[in-house]
Nanobody, 124 residues
Framework: QVQLVESGGGLMQAGASLRLSCAAS????????MGWFRQAPGKEREFVAG????????IYADSAKGRFTISRDNAKNTLYLQMNSLKPEDTAVYYCAASTGLRVGTRSEEYVFWGQGTQVTVSS
């Protein structure tokens, strides 16, 4: 198993940038496809971005393309989400998750390990 802990969330103004981090425990971090999801009040959890085991492949939700960048540092057992040009609609609890799948998935069901989440609030 792997334990995931998100950090970096906070209250930001629209247009600001923020980088979320997800620290993973264990020596098998590189063995997982990783992803970021978010859940806004009254909304279902939605896919934000995913990254392959060695970081070669990335997938982004339409809402994240051009603004967010997912990356990972396997040597540090850390996943990142760089968020630029934040919008109020980005307000949500952001979760990092790990998948044992072969490909980068976009469905929450494909991810088996989850962090506790970190709150990102963007004010206008």
């Amino acid at each position: 198993q792997v334990q995931l802990v998100e950090s970096g969330g906070g209250l930001m103004q629209a247009g600001a940038s923020l980088r979320l981090s997800c620290a993973a425990s264990g020596r098998t971090f590189s063995g997982y496809v990783m992803g970021w999801f978010r859940q806004a009040p009254g909304k279902e959890r939605e896919f934000v971005a995913g990254i392959s085991r060695v970081g070669v492949s990335t997938i982004y939700a339409d809402s994240a393309k051009g603004r967010f960048t997912i990356s990972r540092d396997n040597a540090k057992n850390t996943l990142y989400l760089q968020m630029n040009s934040l919008k109020p609609e980005d307000t949500a609890v952001y979760y990092c998750a790990a998948s044992t799948g072969l490909r980068v998935g976009t469905r929450s069901e494909e991810y088996v390990f989850w962090g506790q989440g970190t709150q990102v609030t963007v004010s206008s």
